[in-house]
């Protein structure tokens, strides 16, 4: 199975900061790389996918990069409906995984 | 709108049955692959179960193969679980998710989930 990890597991942050979450996945998954959303008591919420492709819907401060094993989901500019937990998922092979997630929270 | 409402969690006893459904609606469920994906209290994300368009391929984590069984019934449009020898680790949140239309097999329709508690 590909496993997978985020770093920092958790950060504090002021809105309006700029914030990095990087997620590596064990091996090569090409671009086969999700990004969510969770808040608390809520569903996960896709926020993008294909590594880069932002969903339809999601604000423009969403921003992922990164091919193979190394990816990064950037928030440009941090408002505050955007602290919750974030969790990345590759969808290269079975099973999928994901990683153990990042919460953002506030300073 | 595109919903997806699961039913069937509650408090059950290890070494007992239950059996999950997600009710689809707003979009041609027959279309798309469904997962089930769970998350324990205060935990992660972990995938669970995967069942083709069709019902015809299904895939299995290690920690529910041979308890679990992932089934579809097009005609209602309805996604179920069936969860067998339940033991205290199956405790979770249960979403259903589709599969989107994207190459990276994203999940972009999720349900709110139905709590799944096992206890003696």
Known sequence: DIQMTQSPSSLSASEGDRVTITCRASQSIGSYLNWYQQKPGKAPKLLIYAAFALQ????????GSGSGTDFTLTISSLQPEDFATYYCQQGYSTPDTFGPGTKVDIK | QVDLVESGGGVVQPGRSLRLSCAASGFSFSNYP????????????????VVSYDGTS??????????????RDNSKNTLYLQMNSLRGDDAAVYHCAREG????????????????????
């Open chain 2, 34 to 49: 469904m997962h089930w994906v769970r998350q324990a209290p205060g935990k992660g994300l972990e995938w669970v179960a």
């Open chain 2, 101 to 120: 239309r994207f190459t990276s097999r994203a999940f972009d329709v999720w349900g709110q989930g139905t709590m799944v508690t096992v206890s003696s």
């Open chain 1, 56 to 63: 339809s819907g999601v604000p423009s401060r969403f921003s």
């Open chain 2, 58 to 71: 299904k895939y299995y984590a290690d920690s529910v193969k041979g308890r679990f069984t992932i089934s």
